[in-house]
């Protein structure tokens, strides 16, 4: 329902908060603004109410003076859908346009939070001429303000679908490589060794894509910004990680009596093992993976769909879906393994977004891959 009716509402009179504090009522002398504000109502919504319906008429003026609204639009061949397009603060004037052109409202409004908001009828505005070239300048400002808004929404499509491409691109090679792996017996039997090329050929995809959007590299989780704090939080909840990971496998080894013989942690010598030439030299190659597995996962994959995605569940959609390429990127070990490390892959898209820098997730991806393939081990029956 719309809130030109005050049903549902508190209305005091002359509005508690005077509009002075707010643009463009600030510029309007006393006599001017005190008219209007004789003239209004002062409407109190709770969580959800809506303020406007669209498609209602046009015939009252709006401004939010207390608490959060959310603006919505609908489809326009499925008109039960509506998509969240803004979040208003207090200060936002609500059906401006509709002064001018007196057309159906073309957005709804609903409040985020309990709120206040002063109502003016379009005929008060009508006799303060000050307020009506306010008005008409600040719709003007919108215009203009329009045009960067659509070029930046166009460098957002362009770069989401930028991103899209090369994913489809990288996992059709993917596909390749796992259905090649049977008849490449000369490779190594590391599965770190047989990862590599398509890693590399991810990490210069997602090079690619994040300098090709134009946006600042900070975007991407590799400024400055947040560096300390994302490397100070990677160090504190590695190891209780680490700790789940090991109950994960004690619960597997407890799954069938044939494994509970078998030992938790495969490399209990792990300082010893550690030192072998061979196993640097893996070690030295799984941090290099990391890297590149983070910065694509995270940098491009996951910070691209968080900055491009709209709407209220776009971190953790995010974060799903980085979580889900990690998984896939490790089916050439096994389908279980990959469906396992969808856990670590969420436990990094979290910190991730946490921080929005690439140097912690990169950090415990390292230390929980070597303490999960040279200290744990991953080896059942």
């Known amino acids: ?62 401004v939010l003076v207390e608490g959060r609204a959310e603006a919505y639009k609908r489809e326009v061949n499925r008109p039960h859908i509506e998509h969240p397009i803004a979040e208003l603060e207090p200060g936002e004037i609500i059906a401006d346009v509709g002064f001018f052109d007196r057309l159906p409202r073309p957005l709804s409004i609903q409040m985020i939070e309990d709120g206040v908001v002063i109502a003016l009828p379009f005929s008060a505005l009508e006799r303060c001429a000050p307020m009506r070239d306010l008005l008409a300048r600040r719709l003007a400002l919108r215009v203009r303000r329009a045009g960067l808004d659509s070029l930046e929404g166009e460098r957002r499509r362009a770069a989401l679908g930028e991103l899209i491409v090369k994913v489809v691109v990288l996992l059709c090679g993917y596909a390749v490589l796992l259905a090649a792996l049977p008849r490449m017996q000369s490779l190594p039997t590391s599965s770190s060794f047989i990862s590599l090329p398509i890693i590399g ?24 910004r947040a560096l300390l704090w994302s490397l100070l939080e990677s160090l504190l909840l590695t190891p209780p990680f680490c700790a789940l990971l090991a109950a994960m496998k004690w619960l597997l080894l407890q799954s069938k009596p044939a494994w509970r013989a078998l030992p ?6 792990w300082q010893r093992y550690l030192a072998q030439p061979t196993v640097v030299k893996l070690l030295l190659i799984y941090l290099a993976s990391a890297i590149v597995q983070e910065f694509t996962v995270r940098s491009a994959l996951q910070a691209g769909l968080e900055s491009f995605l709209l709407g209220k569940r776009r ?17 050439h ?46 080896s059942l029956p």
């Open 201 to 224: 050929l991810m990490g210069w995809g997602a090079w690619r894509f994040v300098r090709n959007t134009g946006y600042p590299l900070e975007d991407f989780g590799l400024g400055r």
């Open 1 to 62: 329902m719309a809130a030109s009716s005050p049903a549902g509402t508190t209305d005091s009179g002359r509005p508690e908060s005077s509009l002075r504090k707010f643009a463009p009522f600030d510029e309007l002398d006393d006599a001017s603004l005190a008219d209007l504000e004789s003239s209004s109502l002062r409407l109190e919504f709770a969580a959800g109410a809506r303020v406007v319906d669209e498609g209602s008429p046009s015939d009252t003026l709006y």
């Open 264 to 269: 938790l942690f495969e490399h209990p010598d």
């Open 333 to 378: 070990m096994s389908a279980l393994f990959a469906a396992l490390a969808i856990v670590p892959g969420l436990f990094w898209g979290w910190l991730f977004s946490r921080r929005r820098h690439l140097i912690g997730p990169t950090l415990s991806h390292f230390l929980v891959g070597a303490f999960l393939f040279f200290v744990l081990g991953v």
């Open 315 to 331: 971190r953790w959609s995010a974060i799903f879906v980085a979580a889900l390429m990690f998984s896939v990127n490790h089916l």
